[in-house]
C-alpha cells in the first residue's frame, strides 16, 4: 500500500488516506485494515459534502433573499480577483473578508446543529461546582443556543452580513472572527484537541 510505503521512507503523510492509514496503526487494540480506512474515507466524503453543501445552499437562498448583499460580494470578489491575474489562489479566497463574513452570519442564522460536539463521558466527572457525570452520559453542548444569546451576539435575531466583518474590523484578533475560526461560544465546527 503506498500509504505504508510512505511511511517506510519517512515521508509526511500526503493526503487523507495516508492519515488514516497511520492513525489505524496507531490503534494496536482494534487490528484495523483496509476496509477500515475505506470506510473511514466515505464517511468523511459524505460529511465533507454534506456539511459544505448545506452551507452552500443555505448561503444561496439568503443571497435571494437580501440581494444588498450581491453586489457588496461580486465587488469583492472581483478585486481579488483582478489583483491576482483572474487566478484564484488560497490567499486571494483567504482576503475576501466580506465573503467570509457573510457565510458565517448565513450558517450563523440557519445553525443546523442545535446541539453540537457529542462526547461520550469515559470516567466519572466532577465539574468544580459540583455537577457530577457518570462514566458512559453522552454529552452534547448548546450550539444554537449560544448563537442567539445576546450575551455572546448582539441583536442575535438580526441578519447581518458584515457581523463579522466589522467585528474583525475593530478587533486586536481578527482571525479568530473568521469562518472556520472556532472559540467555546461558537461551536460550529465542533471543539477538542482535534480542532485546536
Ligand atoms: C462548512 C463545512 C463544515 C462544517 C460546518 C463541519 C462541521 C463539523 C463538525 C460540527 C464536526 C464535529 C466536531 C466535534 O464534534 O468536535 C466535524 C468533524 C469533522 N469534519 Fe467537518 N465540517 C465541515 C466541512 C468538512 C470538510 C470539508 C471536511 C473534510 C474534507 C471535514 C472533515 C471532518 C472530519 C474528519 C471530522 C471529524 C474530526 C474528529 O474526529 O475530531 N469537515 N465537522
Known amino acids: 500500500m503506498e500509504s505504508e510505503e510512505r511511511e517506510k521512507a519517512g515521508k509526511q503523510p ?19 485494515n483496509e476496509l477500515d480506512i475505506a470506510q473511514l474515507l466515505a464517511a468523511n466524503t459524505f460529511g ?3 456539511n459544505t453543501t448545506v452551507v452552500l445552499v443555505q448561503c444561496l437562498c439568503e443571497l ?8 457588496l460580494i461580486r465587488q469583492e470578489v472581483i478585486g481579488v480577483l483582478r489583483a491576482n491575474n483572474d487566478t484564484w489562489t488560497k490567499e486571494g479566497i483567504d482576503s475576501m473578508k466580506v465573503l467570509d463574513s457573510f457565510i458565517k452570519e448565513s ?16 470516567q466519572d466527572f466532577r465539574f468544580k461546582n459540583g455537577l457530577h457525570i457518570p462514566k458512559g452520559t453522552v454529552l452534547m453542548t448548546p450550539n444554537a443556543p449560544m448563537l442567539f ?30 469562518y472556520t475560526s472556532t472559540n467555546p461560544h461558537y461551536l460550529q465546527f465542533g471543539d477538542g484537541k482535534h480542532v485546536w
Not at 450558517?107 to 469515559?122: E, I, L, M, Q, S
Open 14 to 32: 500526503s493526503d487523507l488516506t495516508d492519515w488514516f492509514w497511520r492513525w489505524t496503526q496507531q490503534q494496536k487494540d482494534y487490528n484495523l
Open 48 to 50: 465533507a459534502s454534506f
Open 64 to 71: 435571494a433573499t437580501r440581494p444588498k448583499y450581491i453586489s
Open 107 to 122: 450558517h450563523r442564522y440557519n445553525c443546523f446543529d442545535h446541539a453540537g460536539t457529542p462526547r461520550v463521558v469515559k
Open 149 to 178: 444569546d445576546e450575551e455572546y451576539v448582539k441583536d442575535p435575531f438580526e441578519f447581518d452580513g458584515l457581523r463579522f466583518y466589522e467585528l474583525a474590523n475593530n478587533s486586536r484578533t481578527p482571525e479568530m472572527l473568521r
